[in-house]
T-cell receptor, first 113, second 115 residues
Framework: GDSVTQMEGPVTLSEEAFLTINCTYT??????LFWYVQYPGEGLQLLLKATKADDKGSNKGFEATYRKETTSFHLEKGSVQVSDSAVYFCALRGYTGGFKTIFGAGTRLFVKA | KAGVTQTPRYLIKTRGQQVTLSCSPI?????VSWYQQTPGQGLQFLFE???????NKGNFPGRFSGRQFSNSRSEMNVSTLELGDSALYLC??????????????FGEGSRLTVL
C-alpha cells in the first residue's frame, strides 16, 4: 500500500540555519503531496502542496519539489526562526480502494534563539 | 468562516467503556476524515466519509466505527475501550472527495485518556 517515510527527529537548529527535512513516498499512480505543520496544542494545518511531478510548493519561506524520479518531497527553508518550532508531517493523497491521505511519522523541529 | 470543530476536547474514560466523538466540518465541506494520533504510531487513518457514506477505512478493529449525517457532521465511536486507545483523535474536512485539491482542514482534536 501507499506509504510515506520521513526523517526522524527531533531536529535542533539555531535561528537562521538552513533546514532540510527528508521525505520519500511509495504510491501507485500519481498522488498529490503535502507538508502539514502542527504547532503545540493545535491541529495540523497545510504548509504547502504539489499535485504533479516537478511542481514546487512554497509558503512562508518553506519550499518542496515533487520529484517523481526519486519519489521524494523534501522540505527546505533557507533561514529558520524560533517561531518555526513545530512538528512537520509529510503526506500523500492517492487512490487505493478509495481516496486516502497517508501521513509520515512527523519530524519535530526545535529552533534555538 | 468557522473552522472544524471537535467535541469534546478532552475526556477520560475507563477500560471497557465506550466513547463518542463529534466533528462539525467547515460549512460547505462534504468530506470528513478521522485520524488517531499517538506518539508511537503517528497519524493513523481511521476512515473517510462523503455524503453520508464511508468511502475508505483504515486498519482498525471493528470497535472503531463512525457515521456521517446529512448536514456533513460526523461522529466516531469506540466501544470496549482499551488502554491503547488513549490518543488524540483528529477530524479533518475537505470540500470534495477527489484528490484534485486534497487539502485537509483539521480540528484541534479530542484527547482521549483511557484509565
Amino acid at each position: 500500500g501507499d506509504s510515506v517515510t520521513q526523517m526522524e527527529g527531533p531536529v535542533t537548529l539555531s535561528e537562521e540555519a538552513f533546514l532540510t527535512i527528508n521525505c520519500t513516498y511509495t504510491a501507485t499512480g500519481y498522488p498529490s503531496l503535502f507538508w502539514y505543520v502542527q504547532y503545540p496544542g493545535e491541529g495540523l494545518q497545510l504548509l504547502l502542496k504539489a499535485t504533479k511531478a516537478d511542481d514546487k510548493g512554497s509558503n512562508k519561506g518553506f519550499e518542496a519539489t515533487y520529484r517523481k524520479e526519486t519519489t521524494s518531497f523534501h522540505l527546505e527553508k533557507g533561514s529558520v526562526q524560533v517561531s518555526d518550532s513545530a512538528v512537520y508531517f509529510c503526506a500523500l493523497r492517492g487512490y487505493t480502494g478509495g481516496f486516502k491521505t497517508i501521513f509520515g511519522a512527523g519530524t519535530r523541529l526545535f529552533v534555538k534563539a | 468562516k468557522a473552522g472544524v470543530t471537535q467535541t469534546p476536547r478532552y475526556l477520560i474514560k475507563t477500560r471497557g467503556q465506550q466513547v463518542t466523538l463529534s466533528c462539525s466540518p467547515i460549512s460547505g465541506h462534504r468530506s470528513v476524515s478521522w485520524y488517531q494520533q499517538t506518539p508511537g504510531q503517528g497519524l493513523q487513518f481511521l476512515f473517510e466519509y462523503f455524503s453520508e457514506t464511508q468511502r475508505n477505512k483504515g486498519n482498525f478493529p471493528g470497535r472503531f466505527s463512525g457515521r456521517q449525517f446529512s448536514n456533513s457532521r460526523s461522529e466516531m465511536n469506540v466501544s470496549t475501550l482499551e488502554l491503547g486507545d488513549s490518543a488524540l483523535y483528529l477530524c479533518a474536512s475537505s470540500p470534495t472527495l477527489g484528490e484534485d485539491t486534497g487539502e485537509l482542514f483539521f480540528g484541534e482534536g479530542s484527547r482521549l485518556t483511557v484509565l
